[in-house]
């Protein structure tokens, strides 16, 4: 349980209350199942309880027999009574929860005073997580897929950091193979262009306009060409192949940061090669009886771990696939020390999971320590029209165009906003309105017009705090200060599902919670009481927004 968590706190009292209960009941693993959740309706109180139905099957009896002995547990409690105004059974068997008020501020106020650090975690002790994503191939810009994979990923590092987890982030670099020639091959042409030597574009090429954009780049730089001619040698293509790396590297870097995500590491797929990790691991498979030749290649059997086939290793040819790089790369992350990998890959590479997890596992023999997340696809879209997407092509959005148009925080918020495994239609035109149907703008107004209200109250000589008791609190207060208070159980929620979204829907559902609240609730020129209770929440509200803004990386403006 996060700490500060209120309502989690109270499950854990009820669990208690009820532990005997649940014993004489014949299901005392009940106690471990106590769930509380928000009703639909305010009639029906603060919070709910479901337990007495859960267990109808188990102790074979009404669910609302059960739900009155609960109550009665509740009731007899040395601690939970004052934390209660009333509890109550309704319908089928539910159990419906109103808080006492004085409960409710104490709640409030114990969050208030922790301010930025309300929600956050200690140390947990899950081990070290390393969690890799975008690892684009440097081939070119990054597109709006992977600015998706970026604002993706590393919401969910930052959103794991709150919640006491050890992270490190990774770009995996894929530098080797048949697409470096490509591109190679697409740069030389372009530059021999720009000096009179006549090269080829080889089919299946990188035609778009960045390429002449890179070639350009290495023209105006004062370097050691090779001898350039209609057929490359071996290093002319090497140069243009390290240089066109190097390039689009930088780049991607540049616009990475531009767009608030920093990785810990870049990992060259090359270095796999050039430091014997590929033999090395294709030695230890073999060696483990992992590995047999057949039909004159080197295969793993995978099959015995739950693949569909066998996969190829080294080709009958001598040369290793991709595969066989892939493996060594995990091989290195677990000799690094990481008790858990977190992949985020594309939804290009769905076919890829189950031979992956296969080959971890006759690495391992510990396949719960790779976790592969596949994100779908996101669609470009403008004036109702679908933006193509093509990075050999060159008609693609790239990262940068999307920056510029709607800006880094639109753009970061509109693309977790939906579910990873859901394919996303970003509208551009929505994400440039400057009114509730945007909802970053929506969340941001929210925080902005609170830092006015308290400006204000400071000029205006108004005092925040209202000693210990509170007295009796509005229905739009109770209804803000229950939102407040869910936000260490769905940051846990959200780190645990990999769900970033429930970030951004807290921060609409809150946004939401506090204009209803403004619109009726005088702050300033309520009664002194009254209005230092208020500023109070202003501030507990203002504190969680902007948490719930940064754990998606989008800023909290003071004014707007």
């Known amino acids: 349980m996060t700490p500060h968590d209120f309502i989690g706190q109270l499950a854990a009292m009820i669990a208690t209350a009820c532990e005997g209960l649940f014993s004489s009941w014949g299901a005392p693993q009940l106690a471990s199942r106590i769930s509380i959740e928000r009703p639909a309706s305010r009639e029906h109180g603060d919070l709910a309880l479901n337990i007495a139905m859960v267990a109808a099957g188990t102790a074979g009896r009404p669910p609302r027999e059960l739900a009155e002995e609960v109550i009665d547990a509740i009731r007899a409690d040395a601690a939970l009574p004052a934390l209660l105004d009333s509890v109550e059974i309704a319908g089928p068997g539910f159990i419906n929860i109103t808080l006492a008020a004085d409960a409710l501020a104490a709640a409030a106020r114990e969050a208030l005073f922790l301010g930025p650090g309300f929600g956050r975690a200690a140390a947990h002790d899950g081990g070290r997580i390393l969690l890799e994503f975008v690892s684009a191939n440097p081939t070119g810009p990054l597109h709006a897929g992977h600015a998706r994979y970026a604002a993706y990923g590393d919401s969910l590092r930052r959103i794991l950091a709150f919640t006491g987890h050890d992270v490190t982030t990774e770009f995996y670099i894929n530098d080797y193979g048949t697409q470096m020639d490509l591109f190679a091959r697409s740069l030389a042409s372009r530059y021999g262009r720009l000096t009179g030597v006549d090269i080829p574009m080889p089919e299946e090429g990188y035609a778009g306009a960045y390429t002449e954009h890179i070639a350009g780049m290495i023209h105006s730089r004062d370097l050691d060409v090779p001898p350039l001619s ?78 569909d086939k066998d996969r190829v290793l080294i080709r009958g040819t001598g040369e290793p696939t991709y595969f066989a790089s892939d493996i060594a790369y995990h091989r290195d992350k677990l000799e690094r020390g990481f008790d858990q990998l977190v992949n985020i890959w594309g939804a290009d590479h769905h076919g890829y999971v189950g031979r992956m997890k296969a080959a971890f596992d006759a690495l391992s023999h510990d396949p719960g320590r790779l976790e592969i997340v596949i994100g779908q696809l996101v669609n470009v879209m403008e004036m109702g029209e679908r933006k193509q997407m093509s990075k050999r092509a060159g008609t693609m959005v790239t990262l940068e165009e999307l920056i510029d148009s709607i800006g880094v925080d639109a753009a970061r918020f509109f693309l977790v906003d939906r579910s990873h495994d859901t394919t996303l239609d970003l509208d551009l035109e929505k994400a440039k309105l400057r009114s509730e149907e945007n909802p970053v703008y929506y969340v941001q107004y929210a925080h902005a017009r609170i830092c006015s209200i308290l400006a204000r109250a400071r000029e205006e000589g108004v005092a925040a705090g209202a000693g210990d008791s509170y007295g009796d609190v509005t229905d739009e207060e109770r209804s ?79 004014s707007m």
């Open 230 to 307: 209609a057929e490359l040698t071996p290093q002319a293509l090497a140069f243009f192949r390290q240089q066109g790396r190097d390039l689009v590297l930088e780049e991607m870097r540049s616009i990475l940061e531009r767009f608030r995500v920093f990785f810990d590491n870049w990992y060259s797929e090359t270095s796999l090669y050039e430091n014997g990790m590929t033999e090395g691991a294709i030695k230890a498979l073999l060696q483990a009886g992992e590995a047999v030749e057949r039909d004159g290649a080197l295969w793993l059997q995978t099959s015995a771990y739950g693949d």
């Open 480 to 558: 803000l200060i229950l939102k407040l208070l869910e936000l260490p159980r769905v940051v846990e929620n959200a780190a645990a599902y990999r769900a970033p979204n429930r970030i951004t829907a807290y921060g609409r559902e809150l946004a939401a919670a506090f204009h209803v609240f403004y619109h009726n609730c005088p702050v300033l020129k309520a009664p002194a009481a009254s209005a230092a209770f208020r500023l109070d929440l202003c501030k507990l509200t203002r504190n969680v927004i902007a948490t719930t803004l940064d754990l998606v990386g989008v800023s909290a403006p003071e």
